[in-house]
């Protein structure tokens, strides 16, 4: 180890989530993507244009986001002081952890846990402090999370609301009673869109919560790059200064600000993101091999519930016939690699990944 590195950066590993699809496209690039929990509708004309004229203006350095801070401010229903835009939820989150954390300091997960969480604190100097949530359906335990919160004092907790990889979410009054006894608490809703259920009110009138929210899911923009907190005006004054303020591009900001002027387009596609997950839902049930977990985003998590089959053999399998998944190897799951989850994708991609998958099942199974 070279005597100028850190150590607690040298040993966070590093998040690196594209690069078996980047060698996949290499290859040829009519893949049905199920793996990312990206928005599988392409974005409206009148966006794709405007982004093809700001590349005009791409000499100029991005202009303070007014615009498109008053709209989101709009969409969220929230004053301007009550939010920040960041390069995707990632940078607000890292922003926070930054703000907040201090070497040794700990965080509380729920695990198992988005593993971004997890790389971020370690590299930011913090100690994970894994809270797990109940087998067999990771469900909150609240009296268990409500003591260990107690005795070992984490200064920040991170909560999915709803979560990556599960798809559930604690009630609000378990995120508000960790509230009570931590001392920042950090509510990532990447999801709201499919689960409706938000806790940005408590954002704005506790001290200590920030919600972080999206662009990449609902609207279609992971691409793009735009994510942004909300919460009291304090905490948004104090996280100005963490956020690069050069962070998201021209592209990005005119693509963002189209995509807040066809609202009615994304809500039509987020309901029909909304009932195919619960299709996909019920046909999955029907396996008595598999374990579908109830979920309030665009994905869905499955297990497999069958003697020697890994989540490797269904997503090689399904790699057969051009739909990519995603094993999942979470952070505290600690099963035998029997995850993986699919992100929902439109009817004709669903109805390809239902179609093909008893001949995988049952040909797994009958090894
Ligand atoms: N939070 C959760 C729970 C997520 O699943 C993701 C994306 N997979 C993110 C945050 C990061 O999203 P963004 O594209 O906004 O950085």
Do not use: C
């Not at 005009?56 to 007014?66: A, L, S």
């Not at 035998?336 to 179609?355: A, P, T, V």
């Amino acid at each position: 180890m070279k005597p100028f590195f850190k150590e607690y950066i040298l040993y966070t590993k590093p998040y690196d989530p594209s690069r078996i699809i980047d060698e996949l496209y290499e290859e040829r690039d009519d893949w049905i993507r199920l793996m990312a929990n990206e928005n599988p509708y392409p974005p409206p004309k009148e966006l794709v244009e405007a982004i093809a004229r700001e590349a005009y203006r791409i000499n100029y350095y991005p202009q303070g986001y007014t615009l498109l801070k008053k709209m989101l401010a709009e969409y969220s229903g929230v004053d301007e002081d009550n939010l920040i835009i960041g390069a995707g939820s990632m940078e607000i989150i890292d922003s926070v952890l930054r703000g907040f954390i201090d070497p040794g300091d700990k965080v509380a997960v729920f695990t198992p846990a988005y593993t971004y969480y997890i790389a971020r604190i370690t590299v930011n100097g913090g100690r994970s402090l894994p809270i797990p949530l109940e087998k067999p359906w990771f469900s909150y335990n609240d009296d268990l999370v409500l003591e260990t919160i107690t005795s070992e004092k984490p200064k920040l907790a991170i909560i999915g609301y709803p979560s990556n990889p599960v798809g559930n979410m604690p009630s609000p009054k378990l995120v508000l009673e960790i509230a009570d006894h931590v001392p920042i608490v950090l509510v990532d809703e990447a999801y709201y869109e499919f689960s409706r259920e938000t806790l940005k009110d408590y954002a704005l009138s506790r001290e200590n919560i920030v919600v972080t929210r999206t662009m990449s899911k609902a609207f279609g923009l992971a691409g793009a790059r735009i994510g942004y907190a909300l919460s009291n005006k304090d905490i948004i004054d104090y996280l100005k200064r963490l956020v690069n303020p050069y962070g998201i591009s021209r592209l990005s900001v005119v693509a963002a600000i189209k995509a807040l002027e066809h609202l009615d387009y994304y809500k039509k596609t987020i309901d029909l993101i909304i009932a195919e997950r619960d299709r996909v839902y019920s046909e999955l049930k029907k396996y008595s091999e598999l374990m579908v977990f109830p979920s309030k985003t665009n994905f869905l998590l499955i297990k497999i519930m069958l003697e020697n089959v890994k989540n490797m053999h269904i997503v090689l399998n399904l790699l057969e016939h051009r739909v990519i998944v995603r094993p999942v190897q979470a952070y505290g799951l600690d099963e035998e690699d029997r995850f993986f989850r699919i992100s929902i994708g439109r009817r004709q991609d669903n109805d390809l990944f239902l179609r093909v998958l008893p001949n995988i099942i049952y040909g797994l199974g009958s090894r």
